[in-house]
């Protein structure tokens, strides 16, 4: 699944909340459970190793000037 979703951080954060109280209820999809679980995995590298070969991160021109 490879897709570009411009949020702000309003709408990410209703979007993760979302996304986890469906979770925490038991009422999630498949495709909700398994982006949940991709996105859990995410925060937890990133918050160990922001450069983990995994994130595949690169800098961003426009943030860096």
Known sequence: ???VIKMGVPDM???WNDL???HKN????KDE???YSKLCKL???LADN???PSLKS???DDLSR
């Open 50 to 52: 922001p450069m983990h």
């Open 1 to 3: 699944m490879s897709f």
């Open 33 to 35: 459970e398994i982006l």
């Open 58 to 60: 690169h800098e961003i």
């Open 20 to 22: 986890k109280n469906k």
């Open 26 to 29: 038991g009422i999630s999809t």
């Open 13 to 15: 954060l209703e979007f």
């Open 43 to 45: 925060l937890k590298l």
